[in-house]
C-alpha cells in the first residue's frame, strides 16, 4: 500500500525556520511530479512550491508561490523517496495545514499504476 506521512511541522515565532518532510512508502516504481499544498482556516489551498515531472519537455523544474519565493525551497531525495519544504524567515500568514501530493507509479500485482497520492497534513503555526 502507497502512503504519504509527513513530518516536521510546528508551532514557531515569526522569523523563524522549518523543514517538512514527506516520505513515501510501499510498492513504488517511480516518484514523477511531487508538490506541497496548504490551506489555512476559512481560505483554498493553495500551491506552495512543486517539481514537475521529468517527462516533460525541458526536464524537472521548481515552481513557487509568489508569497514564498526567497523563503521556501523545495527538494527531493529520490533514494529515499522524500520530498522537503525548507521554510525561513516565516510569517504569520504561513499558518496553515501543508499537505505533500506526488504522482508516481507503483507496483499493482502484476502491472505498474500511475496515480496521485496525498499525505494527512501537518500543521505550522506562526505566532507574531
Known amino acids: 500500500q502507497v502512503q504519504l506521512v509527513e513530518s516536521g511541522g510546528g508551532l514557531v515565532q515569526a522569523g523563524e525556520s522549518l523543514r517538512l518532510s514527506c516520505a513515501a512508502s510501499?510498492?513504488?516504481?517511480?516518484?514523477?511530479?511531487v508538490g506541497w499544498y496548504r490551506q489555512a482556516p476559512g481560505k483554498q489551498r493553495e500551491s506552495v512550491a512543486n517539481?514537475?515531472?521529468?517527462?516533460?519537455?525541458?526536464?524537472?523544474?521548481?515552481n513557487y508561490a509568489d508569497s514564498v519565493k526567497g523563503r521556501f525551497t523545495i527538494s527531493r531525495d529520490g533514494a529515499k523517496n522524500t520530498i522537503y519544504l525548507e521554510m525561513s524567515s516565516l510569517k504569520p500568514e504561513d499558518t496553515a495545514e501543508y499537505s505533500c501530493?506526488?504522482?508516481?507509479?507503483?507496483?499493482?500485482?502484476?502491472?505498474?499504476?500511475?496515480?496521485?497520492?496525498w499525505g494527512q497534513g501537518t500543521q505550522v503555526t506562526v505566532s507574531s
Open positions: 501530493n506526488a504522482i508516481l507509479t507503483y507496483y499493482g500485482g502484476s502491472a505498474l499504476i500511475t496515480d496521485a497520492f
Open positions: 517539481i514537475t515531472s521529468s517527462r516533460i519537455v525541458g526536464g524537472r523544474s521548481k
Open positions: 510501499g510498492p513504488i516504481f517511480s516518484v514523477d511530479a
